[in-house]
């Protein structure tokens, strides 16, 4: 199944994780995909052993009550998979978005002249849209007054939504409502593309937050299979070695060669 795919069919059951329970990537998420994938073709060799064992036979590992991905294998190690490939479309996703202050100052430029200009457009036809309702006039005049990026950002959010929850007078002067969706995204995207050309390096973007959410599911999944596999193989180094964190141990042992732990 194609990672996009798999992204898809798992969208709901990552995105019903505990906000407490969801994790930040705590290794590469590209290092944590591969191990992942390593795992899964070690696990297949150990499946019934594991399953003896009381590995989760359910979707969503460790809570029933989490949505289940219709039409997908409903094992933890056949689920790995899908998992994988859901992390490593949002984990795209969340690259994309990343800019260092010059990547974002650029992109800023070549977008703020239309999001000025559609600005500017809204403010003139809520004008007249509203002209017979002074209640609405002053809130359009308390909208654009303010200058400056940010003001123009903030201007966009608010007549999409002033513009949304009065659709009457809009259509009668046969206003193009689909501005109003193209405002609401732009001051959403443009609020982060601004923070990042002046240097604001934490933010925590809905595709950020999306990303950590995959990569949670997908190590959920990894973790219940790595800690049964400790179990069942502690006194079998052959099998064993297939279910412990290469990438920290790995890390770990290159910063202190006097470390003899793994897990």
């Not at 795992?39 to 590992?61: E, I, N, Q, R, V």
Request: proline content about 5%; charged content about 25%; some cysteine.
């Amino acid at each position: 199944m194609p990672d996009r795919e798999d992204y898809d069919a798992c969208y709901d059951a990552f995105m019903a994780i505990p906000a407490e329970e969801v994790k930040a990537p705590e290794i590469p998420v590209e290092s944590a995909i591969q191990e992942n994938e390593n795992l899964y073709l070690w696990s297949l060799d150990d499946k019934d052993a594991l399953m003896a064992a009381g590995l989760p036979d359910y979707w969503m590992t460790g809570d029933a009550t989490v949505p289940t991905a219709p039409g997908l294998p409903e094992t933890s190690i056949d689920s790995l998979t899908a998992r994988n490939g859901a992390c490593r479309t949002a984990e795209a996703m969340w690259k994309r978005e990343q800019h260092t202050p010059q990547d974002a100052q650029k992109e800023w430029e070549e977008r703020a002249p239309a999001a000025y200009e559609l600005h500017n457009r809204l403010l003139h036809d809520f004008r007249y849209a509203f002209r017979n309702n002074q209640q609405l006039l002053n809130r359009v005049s308390d909208i654009s007054d303010g200058t400056g990026d940010a003001d123009m950002i903030q201007d966009l959010s608010n007549l999409a939504a002033l513009g949304e929850a009065n659709p009457e007078p809009l259509a009668l002067i046969n206003f193009d409502v689909t501005l109003l969706q193209l405002a609401a995204t732009t001051a959403d995207e443009l609020a982060i593309v601004l923070a990042q050309a002046n240097g604001e390096k934490e933010i925590d973007s809905q595709v950020k937050i999306t990303r950590d959410r995959a990569y949670t599911y997908m190590k959920q999944a990894a973790d219940e299979i790595k800690n049964c596999g400790r179990y069942v193989f502690w006194k079998n180094e052959a099998r064993l070695k297939g279910y412990r964190n290469i990438y920290k141990n790995k890390h770990r042992s290159s910063g202190n060669n006097n470390s003899g732990i793994v897990d």
